[in-house]
């Protein structure tokens, strides 16, 4: 059985983690970007992936940065959700490197890992979401906000790159 396989492996937690990569890996391949994994010294800095745009990884507004959380929905000590929002208990807030987003996957309350997905000949089913912030300056420790609205998709994603408007005010 997989749980006795996962239980001799790792603690759950690093399930939660893996689950959360996976899940933004298989939306960012949906919308045709490139992702890439940080390196220890921009984990440091609240950065778990950084996404491109399609052959542009260079230029300004190229890339966005990703902090990710992978959180069951049954862990009241960091997720609440009402009816149009979702809080995450956010501990290590980080001043944003750019464009740089907060991205919560919400995992199933109950079951184990194998129970997260579902793989047949015919389909792959990932259950819950994700919803995303942008990691502001100055963002404080404790519950962050948001809005249902921003439930991250593979049709919004691209998005989420600051436009040359956006580069221009933050100077």
Not at 23 to 43: H, K, N, V
Not at 89 to 105: Q, R
Request: charge should be neutral; hydrophobic fraction near 35%.
């Amino acid at each position: 059985m997989l749980s006795e396989f996962y239980s001799s492996m790792t603690s759950l937690p690093d399930y939660k983690d893996s689950f959360a990569e996976a899940y933004l890996f298989a939306i960012s391949a949906a919308a045709g970007l490139p992702i890439e994994r940080s390196t220890r010294r921009t984990d440091n800095l609240g950065i778990d992936l950084t996404l491109s745009k399609k052959n542009d990884s260079v230029s300004p507004g190229s890339q966005i940065n990703i902090q990710l959380k992978g959180v069951a929905e049954n862990s009241a000590s960091m997720f609440k959700e009402d009816e149009r929002s979702i809080s995450y208990n956010f501990h290590n807030p980080c001043n944003p490197i750019g464009a740089h987003y907060l991205v919560v996957v919400r995992l199933p309350n109950d079951g184990t890992p194998e129970d997260w997905l579902t793989l047949t000949e015919k389909e792959l089913i990932i259950r819950k979401c994700a919803f995303y912030t942008k990691i502001v300056p100055k963002m404080k420790s404790g519950f962050v906000k948001i809005p249902k609205t921003q439930l991250l998709t593979h049709n919004n994603l691209p998005t989420l790159f600051p436009s040359a408007i956006d580069l221009v005010n933050n100077l």
